[in-house]
C-alpha cells in the first residue's frame, strides 16, 4: 500500500491525515498544538517540529512512509507550490519557508481555503464536479474556486479571496481596502458593528433568530441578503454547477439555507431556467487536510 499525507496547519492546531494512495481512504487522523510564538527550537519554527512529529506519528501507525506529502496553510502559496510567500503577523517563520527541503521529502503547499476545496472536490459535497465556487464563512469570509476542473490559483496565488467582493462601494473599506465587503457584511468579526453591539457572535445572534428576536430576526436578514447579493454575482462571474458553504458558521445551515434560497430566487440570473445548487460543505474542520493530500498527489512536487 502507499501513503499519502495532508496536512492543515492552522493557528491553534495541526491536523493531519494518512491515506492510501490508491482507494483514498483516510487512515488514521491526527492533530497536535501549532505552538505558534513558542521559541524556535534549533533554530526553526516550533510548528515545523511539530509537523515533523505528526507526519512521524501517522507514518508510525499507518505501518508505511508516505510518498507525497501536501501542506494546506493560511497565506498565498508561490506558483511553484513550495512555499508560503506573504502571511504577514502571525506564524512568525512560515513565510519563504521551504517546505519540501524543511521535511527532507515530496511536498507540496496551497491555501487552506484553496486545499479545503479541493477536498470538497475529491471527497466532499462537490466530489465530480468541475466547476464549483466555494465561500468559507467564519471570522471573516474566504473561499476558492474550481474552475474546468482546475484549481484557480492567480498570479499571486491570491484567487478565491471572494470575502472581498465588493458590495457596497460607499462602505468602510475592509482589512484589504475593499469598500462595502461581503466579508465585512457577514463574517463573525463584524456582528457587533452590525447589531449595534446587541450581539457578540454570530452564534449568539442565530439563537436569538431561533428565539424569535425581531430585532436579530431583521440582522440575520440584512446578512443573508447580503450572502445571496455576493452568491449571485459569483455565480455570474464563475457560472459554476454548484456553490458550497463551509467555515464554522455553516453550522447554522438550517438558519443559513431558507434565507438564501429566498433572496436568490430573487437575485440569481438562471438562463433556460437553470437554477445553481448551494450546498453545505460536508469534510468540516478537515476538508484542508483531504485537500492537501490530494493537491500532492494530483500536482506531484517541485
Do not use: Y
Request: proline letters at 3%; aromatic letters at 6%.
Amino acid at each position: 500500500m502507499t501513503h499519502l499525507i495532508g496536512i492543515d496547519l492552522g493557528g491553534t492546531r495541526i491536523k493531519g491525515a494518512i491515506f492510501d494512495a490508491e482507494s483514498g481512504e483516510h487512515l488514521i487522523r491526527k492533530s497536535v498544538p501549532t505552538r505558534d510564538g513558542d521559541p524556535d527550537l534549533e533554530g526553526e519554527p516550533a510548528f515545523l517540529h511539530q509537523v515533523r512529529g505528526l507526519i512521524g506519528d501517522l507514518e508510525r501507525e499507518a505501518g508505511g512512509v508516505a510518498e507525497k506529502v501536501g501542506i494546506s496553510s493560511p497565506g498565498l502559496a508561490n506558483r511553484s507550490a513550495t512555499a508560503i510567500d506573504f502571511m504577514p503577523g502571525r506564524l512568525a517563520g512560515l513565510e519563504g519557508l521551504d517546505w519540501g527541503a524543511a521535511l527532507g521529502r515530496e511536498c507540496r503547499v496551497l491555501n487552506d481555503a484553496h486545499a479545503a476545496l479541493v477536498g470538497e472536490v475529491w471527497q466532499g459535497s462537490a466530489r465530480g464536479l468541475e466547476d464549483v465556487v466555494f465561500l468559507t464563512l467564519g471570522t471573516g469570509v474566504g473561499g476558492a474556486v474550481v474552475s474546468g476542473g482546475k484549481l484557480m490559483r492567480g498570479h499571486l496565488g491570491r484567487a478565491g479571496h471572494l470575502g472581498h467582493l465588493a458590495l457596497d462601494f460607499r462602505g468602510e473599506g475592509d482589512i484589504c481596502g475593499t469598500p462595502g465587503s461581503l466579508e465585512d457584511l457577514v463574517g463573525n468579526h463584524s456582528v457587533g458593528a452590525r447589531s449595534g453591539g446587541r450581539f457578540s457572535s454570530t452564534r449568539e445572534l442565530v439563537a436569538a433568530v431561533e428565539d424569535g428576536d425581531p430585532f436579530a430576526v431583521e440582522t440575520w436578514e440584512e446578512s443573508m441578503r447580503a450572502l445571496a447579493a455576493g452568491v449571485a454575482s459569483l455565480i455570474n462571474a464563475f457560472d459554476p454547477e454548484a456553490v458550497l458553504i463551509g467555515g464554522g458558521i455553516s453550522e447554522a445551515w438550517d438558519a443559513i439555507e431558507p434565507r438564501l434560497t429566498h433572496w436568490l430566487e430573487q437575485f440569481e440570473w438562471r438562463p433556460g431556467g437553470v437554477r445553481v445548487s448551494v450546498r453545505k460543505a460536508e469534510l468540516g474542520e478537515w476538508a484542508g487536510v483531504f485537500g492537501a493530500a490530494r493537491f500532492a498527489q494530483e500536482q506531484g512536487c517541485r
